[in-house]
């Protein structure tokens, strides 16, 4: 019988999940402040739910649960895995409208499963961030949402990133306006989307694979295939004349960006014509964040009016952000972005045992130093006292109290640094205060 | 199509989530202080690690997950959902013993899944919170166990829970010494068990049909339908013969009790000569905790030596114990246990946008307050000011902040306390000082 995880499952030992949870305090701690409030649903959903609103490819991904007892037999399935946060999200907002507020904002951080292939950095059970704003289509909730998220960076020491924006409106008047027959639109986003993996020339041939005109192909480049001016909205019209959606698509562009300016996601957000953001839900804004040492984005997200309308009956304007805790992770794992003092955390303090007859004053010993706050392990059994000692040196463990018969005769504990080696004797009473004088508190 | 939850799933919204994130964060806190480890392992398992491990029953039980892709078509499942955390647990310590620490102390606290029938606090999804020491025989483990959930219990604000144990060794010595046949062990442990829903008459009564021969019967109710005397020992002497693994367990039982006297454990355990804790993996102590307001408990554990041989080759002692995170939350929520400052906590200012051209100003307010340390929500769209302070109002948001023209003019800000009523001007670089100091903090 194999020990191993299943296929593209992970165990997380102390130190991996003391990382994660980091990350994942930090990122509730931040949208906390911004009035987001934690949601979470089950793991497992009625198969339905799920089924049809990922595409073709997607509905492969899902892993089925068969169904129990004798209704199993024939290897149907009638529940299903979480595939990610956002038609949960959907579905829970049309049970629940009446009790939600009109603006609900949630943030959810679940792990979700895809029946992808595995490799590296790609799991089948992995972590999503979303934090998503429900009930208001104003410019403030994108802005908001950005502002949140740059937030979230900034505390887990991320400076170099980029938010860059689209919008789908815009997109798609431009694809319009460069001559691109609206059945050819998603090829053309497709082949877009790529621009910052294959480049210019990747996607001119792209282009022409996906049967776009040249003409319409080398208009979409020079409009899409190079970075803006920065007052963009006057240069885009002297481009082409835009129609009612179209201009509608750059004002609340131009009005996200607007109100940007005020919050930290000013220095890190750039129009980026060329994203497209796959051919998904999205009716309105566009995000994605980008670092320079990975390939792909650490999140992204836009406006999605119609889905949450999929299980509500009537439209429900909604805009969210989608962080990959995962890439995060693998990011400041790289780049040493972890506070020290996460790492070898276990216990601050071990408590050794002299002999059988001490051991309840060394039990004594542990529960008033973690009444102080200490975080206190007790070794349990009688060894040598080097035994003792060395478990405590391997276990990175920075202080080691004994109660030999010397120091309790004279009502003292032996307090041992190990990393400076230095042993001092601490009269009983002092001992909490000691160590905690001697600690980093974090 | 449904927006429910599957049956016996549920959704949290946000009150909710905070009550178990509370409760979760205490039992971390307090475990941590203890040296324990956190520990993770995939809601997925390989069907082979879980089939066999939990009794006919428990296969049963088991949710399946279909093999994918053309693999699946024959109905094979190859997968299943966690079923508890003590299996993966034991999974871990066989496959990554090298590197784990021989006194390996983990805490996990993850959902679980399990395909019974619901019905009134009994769910499909429900989370289990384990703590569990690998590696010693101790008496310290079991006291320090017996601690440390005590400090979690008195931490939630429980102080009327029992800490009821027994020993699997001493309660074997017992029934050999009335005479039941070997055969008969699990019959007259499933009966005992009972004993405090049956009551003796009806232990007496499960005693017959389940052929325990009256004598054998009878000195069981004598030895362990009663409460022990404080000094039990040398009376239970005085009732049989013990054995040598029967003595061994008595004596064990003493040293534990004995080491908890230096706990917080001390005044809430009890010996309880008729807990026997199903039939499964024990191999000495066992333990139960009891409130009176609840059936059944609040969590259990003991010790089983012999499980994680099963996955590492080699015996591995361990003790542990796991609390019912669902009933904890129950008895809390009965009780009103929860802080008063957990419910209607989603921002404590909201920023309201007086007009368009405002919303800049709004957002830059929010971000200054929220760098502040406070919970902020922004209202999104320029509504009537009397529309945005009714949705403050109805979110029981304290404050909500008007930068009218007025105020903008005189940088000022007006702050409205809603429970109050009072309405202030405040200066501009002032507000976050002025609603800190206005607030609860938590």
Redesign the interface.
């Known amino acids: ?6 296929r593209g ?6 130190d ?3 990382r ?2 980091y990350v994942i305090g930090i990122i509730g701690d931040v949208y ?4 987001f ?10 198969i ?2 799920l089924i049809g609103k990922y595409g073709e490819e997607g509905d ?2 899902i ?4 169904k ?2 004798d209704e ?6 009638d ?1 299903a ?1 979480r595939y990610d946060l956002t038609v949960p999200l959907a ?2 907002i ?3 409208r009446a ?5 609900f ?2 943030y959810q951080v679940q ?1 979700v ?1 895809r ?1 992808d292939r595995p490799q590296k950095g790609r799991f ?2 992995f972590y999503q961030c979303d934090v998503d ?1 429900m009930g ?1 289509s ?1 410019p ?2 994108e ?2 949402l950005c ?1 949140a998220v740059s ?1 979230v960076l900034l505390a887990l020491g991320f400076n170099d990133f980029e938010i860059v924006i689209n919008h789908r409106q815009l997109l798609t008047a431009l694809l319009n306006g460069a001559g691109v027959d609206p059945s050819r639109h998603g090829d053309a986003l497709t082949a877009l989307d790529k621009f910052d993996k294959i480049g210019r020339d990747g996607v001119a041939q792209e282009f022409t694979e996906r049967g776009i005109e040249t003409d319409a192909a080398s208009r979409l480049l020079a409009w899409m295939g190079t970075a803006w001016p920065a007052d963009w909205l006057p240069w885009l019209e002297q481009q082409l004349p835009l129609d009612g959606a179209g201009r509608a698509g750059a004002e609340n562009l131009r009005d996200i960006l ?2 940007t ?4 996601a000013a220095p890190h957000i750039r129009v980026e014509p060329s994203l497209a953001r796959g051919l998904s839900y999205y009716t309105g804004a566009i995000f994605e964040i980008k670092v320079k040492d990975l390939a792909g984005s650490l999140g992204g997200g836009g406006r999605y009016d119609n889905l949450v309308g999929m ?1 509500a009956g009537e439209p429900v304007p909604a805009a969210g952000f989608s962080l990959g805790l995962e890439r995060i992770l693998v990011v400041m794992g790289d780049r040493k972005m972890f506070p020290e003092a996460l790492v070898a955390t ?2 601050e303090v ?1 408590v050794t ?1 002299w002999n059988a007859d001490a ?6 010993l ?2 008033e130093l ?1 009444g102080a ?9 009688a060894d040598k006292i080097g035994k003792q000692f060395k ?1 405590a040196s ?2 990175n463990i920075r202080f080691v109290a004994v109660l030999g018969e010397g120091e309790r005769e004279r009502n003292e504990v032996a307090i041992k640094n190990l990393t400076t080696g230095e042993q001092v004797p601490v009269p009983r009473v002092g001992v909490a205060n000691y160590l905690l004088a001697s600690l980093p508190r974090t």
């Open positions: 019988m194999t020990t191993k995880p299943a499952m992970r165990d997380f030992l102390p991996d999940v003391r994660r949870q906390q402040r911004y009035g409030e934690p949601l979470e649903t089950p793991s497992v959903e009625n339905e739910t492969r991904l892993f089925r649960i068969l129990r007892g199993g037999k024939a290897g149907e399935a529940l895995l579905r829970v049309a049970e629940y009790q939600l507020p009109k603006f904002k949630r792990p499963w029946a089948r059970e704003a208001s104003s403030v909730v802005a908001e502002a937030d607007a109100l300016a005020a919050t930290s299980f276990a216990a071990m045992i051991t309840g004053d060394a039990i004594r542990a529960r973690r706050g200490l975080r206190v392990d007790v070794y349990p059994d478990y391997a276990r």
